[in-house]
């Protein structure tokens, strides 16, 4: 059975597929919504960031002038009332017509509305996975190329593999801001309380 690789969108996803691919490794990508892992035993290849981070990752790429992105209309919407990360993250916290705007734009937001708990089914399916037999090799994105090139050859068996791949990182006209206050921190920590303790039973039971 392939590994399956669970393609989660602003952690580095793009360089890993390249260097599965230089190397001719056959994995099964989930990289959307409604695909499912199943129950079965199975290697798992899974690339986390900090999920503040990445959200403001998601939200800076989706909202630049970069000319392979089309939004819908739902993000038009959104960034027509939200020009920075930090003003949709401290929205959640208000009330009204903003609160909603905001609770919008993080369900239809690319990238900002997956989640590493949403593509594994949450903490308890993936501990499930764990008990049944499943195997995590979790590349973090600080060091990204180290990182995949240790836990990809783990993963299959390799004494060796060809790492040399270009960056996928695509650079932004749109000037961008990664600045978040404590309100916009809080409301994020909140939200993706899930996802931070999904990543931290990942990591425990990978090692």
Not at 129 to 141: D, N
Not at 181 to 191: D, S, V
Request: proline share 3%; net charge positive.
């Amino acid at each position: 059975m392939k590994p399956t690789f669970l393609h989660i969108g602003k952690c580095g996803g793009g360089t890993i597929r390249s260097i599965l691919s230089k190397n001719n490794l056959g994995v099964e990508i989930i990289h959307a919504k409604g695909k499912s892992l199943g129950g079965s035993p199975k290697k798992i290849i899974i690339p986390v960031r900090d999920p503040i981070d990445r959200y403001v990752s998601a939200f800076n790429w989706r909202r630049a002038d970069v000319p392979t992105v089309k939004l819908s209309m739902e993000e038009k919407e959104t960034f027509e009332t939200f020009q920075t990360a930090n003003q949709m993250a401290m929205a959640l916290s208000k009330s009204g017509k903003l609160k909603e705007s905001a609770e919008k734009g993080f369900n239809n937001v690319a990238h900002v509305c997956q989640s590493v708990s949403g593509f594994l089914g949450g903490k308890d399916f993936a501990e499930d996975l764990y008990l049944k037999g499943s195997k995590f090799y979790i590349i973090e994105i600080d060091d990204l190329i180290k990182n995949a090139e240790r836990e990809i050859k783990k993963c299959f068996d390799l004494s060796d593999l060809n790492v040399d791949v270009k960056n996928k990182h695509v650079s932004t006209k749109t000037p961008i801001s990664t600045f978040l206050n404590e309100c916009a921190i809080e409301n994020l920590l909140n939200y993706y309380k899930e996802d931070y303790e999904c990543i931290k039973l990942l990591k425990m039971i990978s090692e």
